[in-house]
């Protein structure tokens, strides 16, 4: 007898019904990213973050001196750790089925988020590239700041539900959609 397993992601419940076409505010649902955790050992945290920077295809998250998460959409976990076993003075660890990713953007954006987390999300205070842990919805995530009208927010998988509904929530008032993110 064959057992054939399928990925079903956290959210897809929570989508159910919002089939929609996407309004300017949106909140996309990333099904499988590549995420790691990566910590420097001391004393290599520079050359960690140039090599971690050099990786095509993949994004580089701050969390604190010398930690880091790295996402990919573009490859693969597994292409991902291999690339990373490659990098000396690293301790990495894959988190991507522990973690979600959420990506929202629109004209709206900062009002939405600022309902969510309590940083300044002024361009001069939060240029595109920043990355931070911080509380958002109550949970804590890693914010980055992609675009002028774009965020990306990782959060643990079990909060992820929680973050979706207080997000939807907060983007009401701006008609906020959400739908897994399309390819």
Request: proline content about 3%.
């Amino acid at each position: 007898m064959s057992l054939t397993l399928y990925h079903r992601h956290v959210l897809e419940d929570y989508l159910a019904g919002f089939e929609a076409k996407a309004n300017p505010n949106h909140l996309s649902v990333i099904r499988r990213p590549a995420i790691f955790s990566v910590l420097a050992h001391r004393g290599n945290e520079a050359s960690v973050k140039q090599a971690l920077n050099s990786i095509e295809g993949a994004l580089l998250r701050d969390c604190a001196p010398g930690e880091w998460l790295v996402v990919s959409t573009a490859s693969g976990a597994a292409v991902v750790e291999n690339l990373l076993g490659e990098i000396t003075g690293a301790s990495a660890v894959d988190q991507s089925d522990g973690r979600v990713l959420l990506r929202i953007s629109g004209p709206n954006v900062r009002k939405i988020l600022a309902k969510c987390v309590a940083v300044d999300l002024h361009p001069d205070a939060f240029y595109i590239g920043a990355s931070a842990n911080m509380l958002c919805c109550h949970v804590v995530a890693n914010l980055a700041r992609t675009g002028a009208e774009a965020f990306e927010i990782i959060v643990p998988r079990s909060f992820a539900g929680s973050v979706f509904e207080e997000m939807m929530e907060m983007g009401r008032e701006f008609a906020l959609t959400a739908a897994f993110a399309e390819w």
